[in-house]
């Protein structure tokens, strides 16, 4: 199973961006996917959970709805857009496939 996240890096506050995580070795259309983040000195939160058909979703708590998660299973990519970024949603942000498999992570750093 390989992860491979990119997309991250430095995004003015009323921006955009997308996060986007490749996956090979395994069945990526019956997988459900997450991503997750990590703030300096913080726990890692669940953001956001899509099923392997995409066609249900789940957000953590208090997750801005500036945050939306899809898929395309034709490119085994998962995908985090990003609206109107603040500066609280610096972090770097994983990819996760349950349970058990994770990416390296992208930094994403919104600053003026």
Avoid: H
């Avoid at 921006?15 to 490749?22: F, H, K, P, T, Y």
């Avoid at 979703?57 to 857009?81: C, E, H, M, W």
């Amino acid at each position: 199973v390989q992860l491979v996240e990119s997309g991250g890096g430095l995004v003015s506050p009323g921006g955009s961006l997308r996060l986007s995580c490749v996956a090979s070795g395994f069945s990526f259309s019956s997988a459900a996917m997450s991503w997750y983040r990590q703030a300096p000195g913080k726990e890692r939160d669940l953001i956001a959970s899509i099923t392997g058909t995409g066609d249900s979703t789940y957000y953590g708590n208090s997750v801005p709805s500036r945050f939306t998660i899809s898929r395309d299973n034709a490119k085994n990519t998962v995908y985090l857009q990003m609206n109107s970024p603040k500066p609280e949603d610096t972090a770097v942000y994983y990819c996760r496939r349950p349970p058990s498999s994770w990416g390296q992570g992208t930094q994403v750093t919104v600053s003026s």
